[in-house]
């Protein structure tokens, strides 16, 4: 029996911010030889074929796929696939987009909990402080973060809440997975990584996926426009834009996992100045005027240039970080 080159299911949340990152692993994937089927839901596959171009390649299933060595890659988000692989008996991973803090902190919803932490005992703990003052200094690899730094799905006062407990049940399955994969770089979450692998028995950092496509894809290069500032939310996909870009950011968190991006970025990064919550029209006047002419934005300036150059050496053949990872999944995904 003639065996096809490897295969490997791809299946991302169906949102357009899981669905890059996912798509640009696939094509990594797809470059080191591997046979790709890419999972959509219908409305998203639409988008997709209505944003190819005129000379886009077209591809169709056949009727059948001989056999061949099979992997379910899927988003963190999917580990209901996870049942599938282990009644399949073949290895999956997971592929979480967050950055490795804002996973690290979803990870560790279940010991909040525990701890009493979350959900809180009442809605005056939202404005009075708390967050802001209650320190969280046992997560591995993770320093001087509070309670208001972590995904904002903790401020309920519902013990039931819906999201809250998904979040929590979806970290946990997380460690059945054969291993994680998360778009990041050693050199700017080194820490946090290590802590992860403290749970995990095989993590790859393997990013930023668009910088690393473009090395080993050329063709498949991507034009960033970002100019000498940068306002954002501070999710993670556009903080890592900002940093292949070298353009330190003016930081406006309000949802998700953005305030933990937020507080790496202004505080471990040194990229980024945070817009308060209160915020007034003169109080941005002075942060702009202060990046683009200050003594303060000459510095994160300088900074956000040296992350650039960290970036490209982990993206760099034969040794760099992210380079080396790429291929370690690759060979730990073929060896199963």
């Not at 050199?187 to 995990?200: H, R, T």
């Not at 919550?277 to 303060?296: A, F, I, Q, S, T």
Request: aromatic content about 8%.
């Amino acid at each position: 029996m003639i065996f096809l080159k490897p295969h490997v299911v791809c299946a991302p949340f169906p949102t357009q911010g899981q669905i890059n990152p996912m798509l640009k692993l696939a094509k990594l994937l797809h470059h080191k030889g591997f046979y790709v089927t890419f999972v959509n839901t219908e409305h998203n596959h639409q988008s997709l074929l209505n944003s190819r171009g005129p000379d886009s390649l077209r591809i169709s299933l056949p009727y059948a796929i001989p056999p061949a060595k099979l992997c379910i890659i899927a988003g963190g988000w999917m580990s209901f696939t996870l049942d599938a692989a282990e009644e399949l008996d073949i290895p999956e991973i997971l592929s979480w987009t967050p950055s490795g803090c804002g996973f690290m902190a979803f990870m560790h919803y279940k010991d909040l909990i525990e701890n009493g932490l979350t959900p809180l005992k009442e809605e005056s703990q939202l404005p009075n402080g708390y967050l802001d003052n209650t320190k969280v200094d046992w997560i591995p690899g993770m320093k001087d973060i509070c309670l208001a730094d972590f995904p904002i799905f903790i401020r309920t006062t519902d013990p039931n809440d819906i999201i809250l407990t998904f979040i929590t049940s979806e970290t946990q399955r997380s460690k059945r997975a054969s291993s994680i994969v998360v778009n990041t770089f050693d050199a700017m979450e080194g820490d946090v990584l290590n802590g992860m692998k403290s749970i995990f028995p095989f993590v790859y950092s393997v990013g930023p996926l668009s910088s690393l496509l473009s090395s080993l894809v050329p063709r498949e290069s991507e034009v960033h426009s970002l100019r000498s500032n940068l306002l954002t939310h501070s999710g993670w996909n556009s903080t890592l834009d900002t940093v292949i870009g070298g353009v330190p950011i003016l930081s406006w968190p309000f949802f998700d996992k953005q305030h933990i991006n937020c507080k790496y970025c202004c505080v471990d990064w040194g990229i980024g100045m945070e817009i308060d919550k209160n915020v007034k029209r003169n109080d941005v006047e002075k942060l702009v005027r202060e990046l683009m002419d200050g003594e303060n934005g000459k510095k994160l300036k300088k900074r956000v240039m040296e992350w650039k150059l960290s970036a490209e050496d982990a993206i760099s053949a034969p040794n760099g970080s992210s380079f080396v990872n790429l291929d370690k999944l690759v060979n730990q995904t073929l060896n199963f």
